[in-house]
């Protein structure tokens, strides 16, 4: 069965510092990836999708970047954090039309 | 671009209730996906229903595509079906998913 992973789960980071979300699937090969962030009390939004190796494709036009190094590998980085980066980031992948969402990162930016 | 509207935006229901959760969208879909986000952020995945009328358990769903609406059944409902529940229709291109804003369920003893 497909599982997947999420890390750090709870994250604290200062205004400026750099950030580095890491995702992982287990048990499938070749998913389309993605990355959501849901404000507080808010909806999804989607943030960057990947169909393959180094393929991403941004929805949002922001400070944040993603990169997938690996079939199964999803990272969301920023080089400079700002307030309004706070949120609950949650990666997803997808099966045909399905798609599975990780446990969730919860980062607060002080 | 696609609208996804969900009502009612919060249900306050008795242990053992039944509800009805209602999910309306502008344009036409080939996939819908109905979600529990638990009170720990979890989303759990209930039906992909893109048509036509699916139970599990408790809970059943029903999507009229040419109408535009899909509808969550929740039945003798446990305080454990507390959270937020939302529906999901695609984007154009890699079956990017547009969320609805959610519908708030708090089911008290």
């Known amino acids: 069965s497909q599982t997947i992973h999420q890390w750090p789960a709870t994250l604290v980071q200062p205004v400026g510092s750099p950030l580095s979300l890491e995702c992982t699937v287990e048990?499938?090969?070749?998913?389309?990836l993605y990355w959501y962030r849901q404000a507080a009390g808010r909806g999804l939004q989607l943030l960057f999708y990947s169909v393959g190796i180094g393929q991403i494709s941004s929805e949002v036009p922001q400070n944040l970047s993603a990169s997938r190094p690996q079939d199964r590998q999803f990272i969301l980085s920023s080089k400079k954090l700002l307030l309004s980066d706070s949120g609950f980031y949650l990666c997803?992948?997808?099966?045909?039309?399905?798609?599975?969402f990780g446990p969730g990162t919860r980062l607060t930016v002080l | 671009g696609i609208q996804v509207e969900q009502s009612p935006p919060d249900l306050i229901l008795q242990e053992g209730a039944n509800s009805t959760l209602r999910c309306n969208f502008s344009d036409s879909v080939n996939n819908l996906q109905w979600f529990h986000q638990n009170p720990w952020g979890q989303l759990i995945n209930l039906f992909y229903?893109?048509?036509g009328t699916k139970q599990n358990g408790r809970l059943s769903a029903t999507t009229v595509a040419t109408e535009r609406y899909s509808l969550l059944y929740i039945s003798s409902s446990q305080t454990t079906d507390s959270g937020v529940y939302f529906c999901a229709v695609p984007l154009t291109g890699a079956n990017n998913l547009f969320f609805g804003t959610g519908t708030r369920l708090t089911v008290i003893p």
């Open positions: 229903i893109p048509s």
């Open positions: 997803a992948w997808g099966r045909m039309r399905e798609q599975f």
């Open positions: 048990g499938t090969s070749n998913p389309n």
